[in-house]
């Protein structure tokens, strides 16, 4: 059986169920679905990748094991081999450092980076929410982290000659 683009979406679906965002949103809707449909252009491994990007650093801690996602298991219910790297280069790591862990991986996997890149653009439109509510909190997220990592994973996809110079967002 061939693990498809519905399958994806119905795993994240369940893996993050009661998950919700900083604005107390249900995760799946505010974060996964929005990426996963921009990177639909890219094609089905992009929009896989796309919504499965947060199942192994979300679910690690879950108290039951049933509910707890690795890449072990992910290639075990058949996802194919490249959203399981990408999903892989875009796990942090714990007690990870932000820049020259997370991204700096994720810049060097061309899957993850334009994963990567379309979360950072949905993090910058949600910025403008936050700010709303918490103007300092948003300026310090746009500043401290989704501008300069934009810069890193922008700059290695200008000189990734082989997959680089997409149309990004």
Same mark, same amino acid.
């Given at each position: 059986?061939?693990? *498809?683009?519905? =399958?994806? +979406?119905?795993?994240?679906? =369940?893996? +993050?169920?009661?998950?919700? =965002?900083?604005?107390?949103?249900?995760?799946?809707?505010?974060?996964?679905? %929005?990426?996963?449909?921009?990177?639909?252009?890219?094609?089905?491994?992009?929009?896989?990748?796309?919504?499965?990007?947060?199942?192994?650093?979300? *679910?690690?801690?879950? %108290?039951? %094991?049933?509910?707890?996602?690795?890449?072990?298991?992910?290639?075990?219910?058949?996802?194919?081999?490249?959203?399981?790297?990408?999903?892989?280069?875009? *796990?942090?790591?714990?007690?990870? %450092?932000?820049?020259?862990?997370?991204?700096?991986?994720?810049?060097?996997?061309?899957?993850?980076?334009?994963?990567?890149?379309?979360?950072?653009?949905?993090?910058?439109?949600?910025?403008?929410?936050?700010?709303?509510?918490?103007?300092?909190?948003?300026?310090?997220?746009?500043?401290?982290?989704?501008?300069?990592?934009?810069?890193?994973?922008?700059?290695?996809?200008?000189?990734?000659?082989?997959?680089?110079?997409?149309?990004?967002?």
């Amino acid at each position: 059986m061939v693990f *498809t683009v519905h =399958d994806a +979406h119905l795993l994240a679906l =369940d893996a +993050h169920d009661g998950q919700v =965002d900083e604005l107390g949103r249900d995760h799946y809707l505010a974060r996964l679905r %929005p990426v996963a449909e921009a990177l639909r252009r890219f094609g089905p491994v992009a929009e896989m990748a796309g919504v499965l990007r947060d199942i192994v650093e979300d *679910t690690r801690d879950h %108290p039951d %094991p049933e509910r707890r996602y690795d890449v072990d298991r992910l290639r075990l219910l058949g996802v194919p081999e490249d959203v399981v790297a990408a999903i892989d280069a875009l *796990t942090r790591r714990p007690g990870e %450092p932000y820049m020259s862990g997370l991204i700096r991986r994720a810049a060097a996997d061309p899957l993850a980076r334009l994963v990567q890149l379309a979360e950072n653009s949905h993090d910058l439109a949600a910025s403008a929410a936050l700010a709303g509510h918490d103007p300092a909190k948003a300026r310090s997220l746009r500043e401290g982290h989704i501008r300069p990592a934009r810069r890193m994973l922008l700059a290695a996809e200008a000189g990734d000659r082989a997959h680089g110079c997409r149309i990004l967002f």
